[in-house]
T-cell receptor, first 113, second 114 residues
Framework: NAGVTQTPKFRVLKTGQSMTLLCAQD?????MYWYRQDPGMGLRLIHY???????AKGEVPDGYNVSRLKKQNFLLGLESAAPSQTSVYFC????????????FGPGTRLTVT | AQKVTQAQTEISVVEKEDVTLDCVYE???????LFWYKQPPSGELVFLIR??????QNEISGRYSWNFQKSTSSFNFTITASQVVDSAVYFC???????????FGAGTRLTVKP
């Protein structure tokens, strides 16, 4: 049981390049989330999904797109990377219940030059 | 929109001291959830506690305790007899009714010196 995994762990992009971050969870959770964490700040929600085929915007969605084609995967895309998107990206999944916690992946450190 | 304020940016204590991390929140919902997460130097996020708005009971888990006061919109976290392994960034977070849009505070970096 790997929990939540993220691919890749590190990436350096040039301005204008595109890339996709992959989040996978093996806990059969319905809900999945993408956050970014910048220095001196807490995590900010980019997009989330409440089930396969559904996505919704979070607090800072601009410049990102997401897709949830399979229940276990949640993809975050950057179509044209900008230096302002340099950040650490965390994925999380959740199954409603008593604790109702979000389980976080290890993070992806992205640098845009 | 909801908001979480952690006014203490950094705290430094000596091992075995007690330390309290403050968290103040703003929300217009009557149903909401409060969380604390720990982020050690390794970078992962570790869930510590969830509290819903209808449960104001304080909670104790080993050396950790939480004080939830709706009257002051605060959800403070106390570590008793701190240890070096408690050194981390601690985040308080709030999500409203559907528990999807979670807002984090900026975090408090706790350093426990031996």
């Amino acid at each position: 049981n790997a929990g939540v995994t993220q691919t890749p762990k590190f990436r350096v992009l040039k301005t204008g390049q595109s890339m996709t971050l992959l989040c996978a969870q093996d806990m059969n959770h319905e809900y999945m989330y993408w956050y970014r964490q910048d220095p001196g700040m807490g995590l900010r929600l980019i997009h989330y999904s409440v089930g396969e085929g559904t996505t919704a915007k979070g607090e800072v969605p601009d410049g990102y797109n997401v897709s949830r084609l399979k229940k276990q995967n949640f993809l975050l895309g950057l179509e044209s990377a900008a230096p302002s998107q340099t950040s650490v990206y965390f994925c999380a999944s959740r199954k409603p219940g008593v604790r109702d916690e979000q389980y976080f992946g290890p993070g992806t450190r992205l640098t845009v030059t | 929109a909801q908001k979480v304020t952690q006014a203490q940016t950094e705290i430094s204590v000596v091992e075995k001291e007690d330390v309290t991390l403050d968290c103040v929140y703003e929300t217009r919902d009557t149903t909401y959830y409060l969380f604390w997460y720990k982020q050690p130097p390794s970078g992962e996020l570790v869930f510590l506690i969830r509290r819903n708005s209808f449960d104001e009971q304080n909670e104790i888990s080993g050396r950790y305790s939480w004080n939830f006061q709706k009257s002051t919109s605060s959800f403070n976290f106390t570590i008793t007899a701190s240890q070096v392994v408690d050194s981390a960034v601690y985040f308080c977070a709030l999500s409203e009714f559907d528990n999807n849009d979670m807002r984090f505070g900026a975090g408090t970096r706790l350093t426990v010196k031996p």
